[in-house]
């Protein structure tokens, strides 16, 4: 019989390897240089850990049991398990506190999708225990920084403001307001038009659905909705920040206030990293500030604000694929060590041994018995090894160089 | 350049119509001889897909397409996850429950319970007796759902009823309307949020092309 990966998952085989370690890198580095620390948590967690925020439903976890009955499931995110271990074990570390991840996750898919993926790859960020302008801008700007790290030009910032969609909802009678909201996160303006509002309700709607574009339009649009002071603050300070933003030069924002989910996860800031080429607009990452969910982890109900975000490393390979950038092949070895005979062995492996010990990374390795020159010269071709080494039984070298 | 995906079928017609009167030309897809499945049209400035109505909301979905025009008896089928943007009010037809003339059933409730009811629409079939909370069997087939009740397969069907001519032919009545359905123009939901190719202009275009009647 056949060994197959189960449904959804798959292997990662060396250049694949690669070229995942490419796009990490990039963006590890850029996480280092704006001073954020890598964190690790554990694969699985108690079912009740991962759906606290209420973004996460039971169905989309793999489940697992353990012997004792506790309910447990595979990561789906990070975020949740970040804020368990945050306000538990780091409870006395000064804020703020930075932190990156690089973890595989994983989707139940539960909807007639024939053997959709089920393992991912995430990179993100999170900024905790500071709230306000400068740390939104960081978090932004950060996530501009791991684009034009990665060398991607086509991609846009989709940000939109929670809690002012929020509120500017709070117009709507109470037994129709959740289902504007939801037709505005959908994008479902038919519910709209439908729905049993009053012109006027009918038309702010409408205005919110569509309340996107560049900055100076939709932040005009939106105090033609007769804000009261509380909304107007909050439309400044996204004027100001949106300003701190561009003010650094080409930042590509979309302000979009229907960008909104259907639970209150999100508190203020909520954005899509998305890239748009000709053919494809396809969502990169995306992340929020979440001021009430630390909260939730907390022993005392502390709240703790924060804001993040996530990339996915698979959407972000599938755009990188097409620039030529990554790897295309796994790291050819820089010496092809060789025994002349087999009172050669051990000086081989001395010699080898020798050169990985250079300061820089020298990829070394071992003929390990073929019989002829030829055959040994044409694998070294074959490999794109630079050098053989034949080694004499005295330990001599007699060095060659590969024709490529 | 923005892409359309049209339904084969009975939209089609009034849809490559309304797509006329805002200036995109696919009535190529209308020619008997045609076996293109993507045409530009005429102004290079869009192309169509001519897929089958089921697959219309794949595309629009997977963002290949940016916009499509489907009836609302699908989307409510298959709920995939694209922004509804306007009702084109063409192409009206309602998902029924039908029964044989001759049954003694005047209505769903009157239904034995564990009774078959055969339909191409499980989901909505599935959905709507639950509301009921009476437990059926719900069997899938593909066409000619008409043939569950007169086979005596299934006590009902659920299926779609546009002018009542094929039900009567044989022999069969409608007991109840689960919805109504229209043409719908549908958008990826982030194409529509980036504008891309200056797609809410179009679709503001096709929301007047509508209201003045196709």
């Known amino acids: 019989m056949v060994y197959q990966p189960a449904a959804g998952a798959r292997d990662l085989l060396p250049l694949d390897v690669a070229q995942k370690r490419w796009i990490e890198d990039k963006l590890q580095q850029v996480f280092h240089r704006w001073g954020y620390h890598r964190i690790i948590t554990s694969t699985l967690e108690r079912m009740d850990t991962l759906m606290a925020g209420e973004a996460i439903q039971r169905q989309m976890v793999i489940q697992l049991q353990n012997s004792e009955d506790e309910e447990l499931g595979l990561r789906p995110e990070l975020t949740a398990s970040i804020a368990r271990a945050v306000v538990t074990r780091m409870a006395n570390l000064r804020h703020p506190q930075r932190l990156y991840y690089n973890a595989n996750v994983f989707r139940r898919i539960w909807e007639n999708r024939h053997n959709r993926q089920q393992e991912f790859y995430q990179a993100g960020v999170e900024l905790l225990g500071v709230g306000g302008l400068l740390a939104n801008a960081e978090v932004l700007l950060l996530a501009g920084n791991c684009l034009t790290a990665l060398g991607l030009q086509d991609w846009h910032l989709i940000l939109g403001e929670a809690g002012i969609t929020r509120s500017l909802l709070d117009a709507f009678p109470i037994n129709l307001r959740a289902k504007v909201r939801s037709a505005i996160a959908h994008l479902d303006r038919i519910t709209i038009d439908t729905l049993p509002l009053t012109d006027e309700l009918r038309e702010r709607a409408r205005i919110m659905l569509d309340l996107r574009g560049n900055s100076a339009d939709v932040l005009q649009k939106v105090s033609s909705l007769n804000l009261d002071a509380e909304q107007q603050e909050a439309v400044n300070n996204l004027k100001s920040l949106v300003e701190l933003l561009e003010s650094g030069g080409k930042f590509p924002i979309i302000l979009d206030l229907s960008l909104i989910q259907t639970i209150d996860y999100y508190t203020g800031l909520v954005f899509e990293i998305v890239n748009n080429t000709d053919s494809q607009a396809r969502v990169l990452g995306r992340g929020g500030r979440y001021d009430q969910l630390l909260g939730l982890y907390h022993p005392q109900g502390e709240n703790i604000p924060g804001i993040g975000f996530v990339l996915n490393i698979e959407d972000l390979y599938q755009v990188l694929l097409s620039t030529q950038q990554l790897p295309q092949e796994t790291p050819a070895s820089d010496w092809l060590v060789v025994p002349e005979n087999p009172a050669a062995h051990s000086a081989a492996f001395a010699y080898a041994q020798k050169l990985r010990e250079s300061p820089d990374l020298v990829r070394v390795e071992l003929d390990l018995g073929s019989t002829d020159r030829a055959t040994i010269k044409q694998y070294a071709r074959d490999r794109s090894i630079a050098q053989i080494a034949w080694i004499k039984a005295d330990g001599s070298p007699i060095i060659e160089k590969v024709s490529q | ?214």
């Not at chain 2, 939209?11 to 490559?16: E, G, Q, T, W």
């Not at chain 2, 109504?180 to 007047?208: C, D, F, K, W």
Request: net charge neutral; proline share 5%; with cysteine.
């Open chain 2, 1 to 214: 350049m923005l892409t359309v995906a049209l339904p084969k079928g009975e939209l089609l017609k009034n849809s490559i119509r309304l797509l006329q009167s805002v200036g995109l030309d696919f009535s190529a897809f209308l020619d008997s001889g045609n076996r293109q499945l993507q045409i530009t049209d005429a102004s290079g400035t869009a192309k169509g897909l001519l897929v089958r109505g089921q697959d219309v909301p794949v595309y629009v979905e997977y963002g290949q397409a940016q916009i499509g025009i489907i009836g609302y008896d699908v989307l409510r089928e298959k709920q995939p996850q694209v922004a509804h943007l306007v009702d084109l009010q063409f192409g009206y037809c309602r998902m029924s429950v039908a029964v044989k003339a001759s049954s003694p059933y005047k209505s769903p409730l009157d239904l034995p319970a564990h009774s078959r009811v055969a339909s191409k629409y499980v989901n909505s079939a599935r959905e709507f007796f639950q509301g009921l909370d009476l437990p059926v069997e719900i069997v899938p087939l593909y066409g000619s759902v008409e043939l569950g009740p007169i086979t005596g397969m299934s006590e009902a069907i659920v299926d779609i009823v546009s002018t009542g001519r094929t039900l009567k032919e044989n022999g069969l009545v409608e007991i109840t309307t689960l919805y109504e359905s229209t043409a719908r123009l549908i958008a990826h939901p982030l194409s529509y949020r980036l504008n891309t190719g200056n797609l809410h202009q179009l679709v503001e275009q096709l929301r007047e092309g509508a209201l003045t009647k196709v």
